[in-house]
């Protein structure tokens, strides 16, 4: 049976959240702060609706969007305002996991073999009203599309006698048990619309539900259970606590039994506070949460690595992590971590842009604008394809090197951070 998912929505207008396509009354001037209620609520993706008008209202929207995706702990799915090949891209490069073809406007079906061959089957989503616009074009949707969106809840039945793919309703009120009955039916992997965004706060309840139901849902399966660990003498396990991205440990904390299950049920770190003797959620106070990627138990069973995603800082002093009590340090240390030399590349470009220093190539560039700064990137681009004839590996590798310094002048230049491009790069 198909995972059950619990999706909200945001319906995007004049960069506030509104509470639907056909209703703009505001319901939060922040989205961002939506966001973060969605996130420590255990959301399973995230669905945007873009209602912009314009293109000038639509850049912002995608800016917002933007933001939305760096933001959610969760996918997100882009959807509105695509017109053209053009717009499905702009979602995908904000951020946007998957993106929503209208299927009530003709020109998203015409592109939809093209969108699906540059993009990829896996990032499009059909969004309709009436499930006979699947039948007339089921040949298109079957070979281009991986998964719909019924808008209109009273189509269930119907979309399951034309299709066998996955698809999300959007429900904006129903009972609970008639909730339930939805969730039932064989291809429905989602819900999403206002019944969910009216009960954020009840997701791990409704899950739990589900699960008393035999529906399956999105939840962390833990291969060990507690009792499987090697206590301390204290009766609990210390967790080693490393971003998920760059690797940096943040933290070492203690859990005790209630804390693991209570993180594998929120999926936000929980510890147990040995001052305050009382378990203890991270960022319950400051907002700095913790948000579980993986766990992983060592050779001994005796500690935790939690690969986190950290909002904020881990560290009560506001440092982003607790281990900045440097007590002995070689000069001759290089970082060999491929992001952290970039990220420290990176930040040292930043650095001479707002600090100028006299005499620096850097500021030379910075200073002769984009033309200066694409050109030297071109001609070092070149000087690779030449380096590479050579069969001397090393002059490939400094060509490289100097390209790679070009290409994040241009980051800098363009505020592209790094996190953006490998975040791109793993969804692909």
């Not at 939506?34 to 209602?51: H, K, P, R, T």
């Not at 009120?173 to 064989?186: D, G, P, V």
């Not at 209630?258 to 009382?278: H, I, K, P, V």
Request: hydrophobic share 40%; aromatic share 8%; proline share 2%.
């Amino acid at each position: 049976m198909i995972v059950k998912r619990f999706v909200p929505c945001i319906y995007l207008c004049h960069g506030h959240a509104v509470r639907s396509l056909k209703d703009t009354a505001v319901v939060e001037t922040d989205p961002l702060r939506l966001v973060q209620l969605y996130n420590e609520n255990g959301a399973d993706e995230l669905i945007v609706f873009d209602m912009s008008e314009g293109d000038e209202e639509h850049e912002a929207a995608l800016d917002i969007l933007k933001e939305i995706c760096s933001t959610a702990e969760m996918n997100v799915i882009g959807a509105g305002n695509v017109k053209r090949m053009e717009d499905v891209k702009k979602l995908l490069y904000a951020g946007c996991k998957r993106a929503v073809l209208d299927y009530e406007k003709d020109e998203n079906i015409a592109i939809t073999e093209e969108v699906s061959l540059k993009f990829g089957r896996d990032k499009l989503l059909v969004s309709y009203n009436d499930p006979g616009v699947l039948d007339v074009n089921s040949e298109l949707i079957e070979q281009y599309i991986s998964g719909l969106i019924l808008m209109n809840p009273h189509q269930i039945r119907e979309t399951e006698s034309i299709t066998e793919l996955p698809f999300y309703v959007q429900i904006n009120q129903i009972a609970l048990n008639k909730l339930m009955e939805i969730l039932s039916y064989r291809n429905v992997c989602g819900i999403t619309g206002n019944t969910i965004n009216d009960n954020y706060g009840e997701i791990g309840n409704l899950k739990g539900m589900c699960m008393e139901s035999g529906i399956p849902v999105e939840t962390f399966a833990a291969a060990y259970t507690w009792s499987d660990f090697k206590k301390n003498s204290d009766g609990m396990v210390p967790v080693v606590v490393q971003d998920y991205r760059t690797l940096e440990v943040l933290q070492v904390a203690y859990m005790n039994e209630d804390a693991y299950l209570q993180t594998l049920s929120t999926g936000r770190m929980t510890y147990f506070s040995r001052s305050r003797n009382e378990l203890w959620l991270k960022g319950e106070t400051s907002g700095h949460y913790q948000y579980v990627k993986s766990l992983t138990a060592d050779c001994d069973m005796d500690t935790i690595l939690a690969k986190v995603s950290q909002v904020g800082a881990a560290c009560h002093t506001g440092a982003r992590s607790c281990f900045f009590n440097e007590i002995a340090k070689k000069d001759c240390e290089v970082s060999e971590n491929p992001l952290q030399v970039f990220e420290d590349v990176l930040n040292v470009i930043k650095d001479r842009r707002i600090h100028p220093k006299e005499g620096s190539y850097t500021n030379y560039l910075f200073d002769k604008g984009i033309d200066k700064i694409l050109k030297k990137l071109g001609e070092e681009a070149t000087e690779i394809v030449i380096a590479a004839k050579n069969p001397n590996a090393n002059e490939v590798k400094y060509e490289m090197s100097d390209f790679l310094y070009h290409m994040m002048v241009l980051m800098v230049e363009k505020d592209v951070s790094w996190e953006e491009i490998t975040s791109e790069l793993a969804n692909r």
